[in-house]
T-cell receptor
Framework: NAGVMQNPRHLVRRRGQEARLRCSPM?????VYWYRQLPEEGLKFMVY????????ESGMPKERFSAEFPKEGPSILRIQQVVRGDSAAYFC?????????????FGNGTRLTVT | ELKVEQNPLFLSMQEGKNYTIYCNYS?????LYWYRQDPGKSLESLFV???NGAVKQEGRLMASLDTKARLSTLHITAAVHDLSATYFC????????????WGAGTKLIIKP
């Protein structure tokens, strides 16, 4: 049973370019979460999605960031016009809908570097 | 605003020693999680603590939760080099079970 799959593992973008991060949840999981981790810090919640629905995006910056989880295919975190401050590790996690007390299962993350 | 504080943030210790990592949080929460992260890797779930007085053990690691004191501890017994990692505690946000609020992490180095 494959775990949470994220790609790419590493992504380098120049300032002003777009970054697209992909996440496929574990099989059977319909809830996806995105977190951002700055160096030497804990994770910060960004957004929580279910299929075709954004449930909570209160942790997302108001501009340049968007997320989706279409009916078919992976969840996408999109960052437009990247700036140096966007450099971080972005982690996706998933959970089964009916086990709220279960821990989140994390992917290996995408490390974004903006030059 | 819910805050989670871990201490120490950095710990270097010798193999065979015992030590405890502390996790304090500022408001009531139903669930507390401990995760492990190796450098450049993902986060691995270690424990989920759901009630006051909960104690869980896995190998040389034991976690406990005191909801009245808003404190969780992660105790390491007879440390071995393979336990070197960064350990995070996380607490449910006040109005959800997914908006986890994370501590800054404790970087643990165990010297052979």
């Amino acid at each position: 049973n494959a775990g949470v799959m994220q790609n790419p593992r590493h992504l380098v973008r120049r300032r002003g370019q777009e970054a697209r991060l992909r996440c496929s949840p574990m099989k059977g999981h319909s809830h996806v979460y995105w977190y951002r981790q700055l160096p030497e810090e804990g994770l910060k919640f960004m957004v929580y999605l279910q299929k075709e629905n954004i449930i909570d995006e209160s942790g997302m910056p108001k501009e340049r960031f968007s997320a989706e989880f279409p009916k078919e295919g992976p969840s996408i975190l999109r960052i437009q016009q990247v700036v140096r401050g966007d450099s971080a590790a972005y982690f996706c996690a998933s959970s089964p809908w009916d086990l709220p007390n279960s821990p989140l299962h994390f992917g290996n993350g995408t490390r974004l570097t903006v030059t | 605003e819910l805050k989670v504080e871990q201490n120490p943030l950095f710990l270097s210790m010798q193999e065979g020693k015992n030590y405890t990592i502390y996790c304090n949080y500022s408001t009531t929460s139903d669930r507390l999680y401990w995760y492990r992260q190796d450098p450049g890797k993902s986060l691995e779930s270690l424990f989920v603590l759901l009630s006051n007085g909960a104690v869980k053990q896995e190998g040389r690691l034991m976690a406990s939760l005191d909801t009245k004191a808003r404190l969780s501890t992660l105790h390491i017994t007879a440390a071995v080099h393979d336990l070197s990692a960064t350990y995070f505690c996380a607490v449910d946000g006040w109005d959800s079970n997914y908006q986890l609020i994370w501590g800054a992490g404790t970087k643990l180095i165990i010297k052979p």
